[in-house]
């Protein structure tokens, strides 16, 4: 067997400890949660065992992806049940659970089959799930470590990032401030001149006149007014100063992040390719060199080997009905990177027999998710198969049936503040996409001011054209973010992929680079928003997900949760 590469090992076991850790959260919780918090740490923990069963199977680990598999059925079933699990099925899991564990990060000492024991004596171990295979026989021995590298965590990475772009917006605010002191400045030398212009238009002191006293206090006044301005900039100076000095260190900081916060896509592709390994398709690639930040990067390769598992499983015909249709025997699947102007786009491609949406339809109906007779676009159908629990497959087996790899693929891209989507061709192949932000730490946006009190901010490649509205125009200028409206005199188009919507704004300020900050989950829930920004007054202002509001059509958040959120966020 091929050695594993030692870093790809490492990553495997940083997160299949992670990804465990989180099962045995869910399992602790089971016995004490109610039936619909229950059901949501379960299906949690159902995507984390697929995933690792996933990154198993392509680092080799047969005997632990199907050890994976068997903990993942006996989750199911105890998903799918009303009743709160017993002593007996809870001491089970987790027990089943630690044998993972320990088979995954030392495949060489611990035998995957242990998993098997506990699910059996708990009546949770199904037939088809048994046919496990020695671990032992796939375990691959770790190379050393180069002595001149260390590897960084991605959220230590993204640690130090996120540091640094509150650090460089601590460096705008700074220069805000210099720029607030340098019209004190101004505003204290014209106060002190109007007032030396008085006094000598009032001339000296005269028996019949202004009494010198008056005078005297005037001309005590000006030179008070002349100090404080010397004060002010003093102090605009030293500001200026700072902000420069932090503007310097904090270019530096990020320079040097630079190199380590970012990863060619070669990178992701060489982890994702060995999904397809014996399986006998061809992969190829296309864009080995466009960048990716590392902390994405890492958490973008399951949902993409994810995704070649699923073209593998669902969309690849077998050599025999290939070349019947005139096909080459092999098949291809395709990884593709490409960088857009406002972020980033990856696809798995393949040449199969593309979706059949006439068993998205009678699934969809089955499920009750269409109803019978109802229309759906062929772009509709193809959402679904990222819905949660969808699948078109009758049997479940090790490589599809649950309905949850695609899920998991739309959730982790969803908290990149990207976006999943799916397009077929009949009889020649499907692709699906996965766009995302091209920095998951900052953006280049246009700050909008709406009359509902909301600040939003729109990704600049976004925007389609910003209009001037006529006072007193009685045509419709647009939806008002936060429900409220007023007097909105600007009106801002903006283009996604399923049309342009406009927006009314009571004030456009210039493009400006934010720093993201990323929504509370309850939050997300508010709008269509994919982050938030805090301006240099502290003021929280949300990200559009443009996206989600074209879908929507409208921008419609009521203004008390967009209050409530404002607080939840200056907590955070």
Do not use: Y
């Amino acid at each position: 067997m091929e050695p594993v590469d030692p870093e790809l090992s490492a990553w495997f076991a940083e997160e299949t400890r992670s990804r465990l850790e989180r099962v045995g959260a869910a399992v602790q919780g089971a016995a004490d949660e109610g039936p619909a918090a229950r059901q949501r740490s379960l299906d949690q923990a159902l995507r984390d065992l697929h995933a690792m069963k996933g990154s198993a199977g392509t680092l080799g680990l047969r005997g632990v992806a199907r050890a994976a598999h068997a903990l993942e059925g006996a989750l199911s079933a105890v998903r799918a049940r009303a009743a709160t699990p017993t002593k007996i099925e809870l001491d089970a899991l987790e027990s089943a659970r630690s044998r993972l564990l320990r088979a995954a990060l030392d495949p060489a000492g611990e035998d995957a089959a242990a998993v098997l024991p506990p699910l059996r004596a708990a009546g949770l171990l199904r037939a088809r799930d048994v046919a496990l295979v020695d671990a032992r026989t796939d375990a691959r021995a770790a190379a050393a470590s180069d002595d001149e590298h260390v590897r960084v965590p991605a959220a230590q990475v993204a640690r130090a990032s996120a540091a640094a772009g509150e650090a460089w917006a601590l460096e705008r605010g700074l220069a805000a401030r210099a720029a607030e002191a340098d019209g004190m400045v101004r505003a204290l030398e014209s106060a002190r001149r109007a007032l030396e212009s008085a006094r000598r238009a009032l001339g000296p002191a005269r028996p019949w006149g202004v009494a010198a006293e008056v005078l005297e206090r005037v001309e005590s006044v000006e030179a008070s007014l002349g100090a404080a301005r010397k004060d002010a900039e003093r102090a605009a100076r030293g500001l200026r100063l700072d902000a420069e000095a932090l503007g310097g260190a904090v270019r530096e900081m990020r320079g040097a992040l630079e190199g380590i916060e970012r990863v060619e896509a070669g990178w992701i592709f060489d982890r994702v390719a060995a999904a397809a390994r014996g399986s006998g398709a061809r992969v190829t690639r296309e864009g080995d060199g466009v960048e990716v930040e590392r902390a994405a990067a890492e958490r973008l390769v399951e949902p993409l080997r994810q995704l070649v598992r699923n073209a593998l499983a669902h969309g690849v015909e077998p050599a025999e009905e290939r070349m019947a249709r005139g096909k080459p025997g092999r098949a291809t699947v395709r990884l593709v990177a490409e960088a857009t102007p406002d972020g980033l786009r990856l696809a798995v491609e393949d040449d199969g027999r593309g979706v059949d949406l006439a068993a998205v339809r009678a699934r969809a109906i089955l499920d009750g998710r269409l109803p019978p007779g109802a229309a759906a676009s062929e772009a509709e159908l193809l959402a679904l198969l990222f819905a949660r629990g969808f699948t078109t497959r009758a049997e479940v087996s090790p490589e599809a049936g649950r309905g949850i790899g695609l899920d998991l693929v739309r959730e982790e891209v969803a908290r990149l503040g990207g976006r999943a989507r799916a397009t077929s061709r009949a009889g020649e192949g499907a692709r699906f996409e996965l766009r995302l932000p091209r920095r998951a730490a900052a953006a280049r946006v246009l700050p909008l001011r709406c009359a509902s009190g909301l600040r939003v901010l729109v990704p600049v490649g976004s925007v389609a054209a910003v209009e001037l509205r006529p006072r007193g125009a009685s045509d419709e200028p647009g939806w008002a973010p936060g429900g409220a409206r007023g007097d909105e005199r600007w009106r801002v188009r903006v283009r996604g992929e399923g049309g342009e919507l406009s927006l009314a704004a009571v004030a456009v300020d210039a493009p400006a680079e934010v720093a993201l900050r990323a929504l509370p989950r309850r939050a997300r829930a508010a709008g269509p928003w994919r982050a938030a920004a805090v301006d240099v007054d502290g003021a929280v202002m949300l990200v559009l997900d443009v996206e989600a509001a074209v879908a929507s059509r409208r921008v419609n958040v009521a203004v008390a949760r967009g209050a409530e959120l404002d607080s939840r966020l200056r907590r955070a």
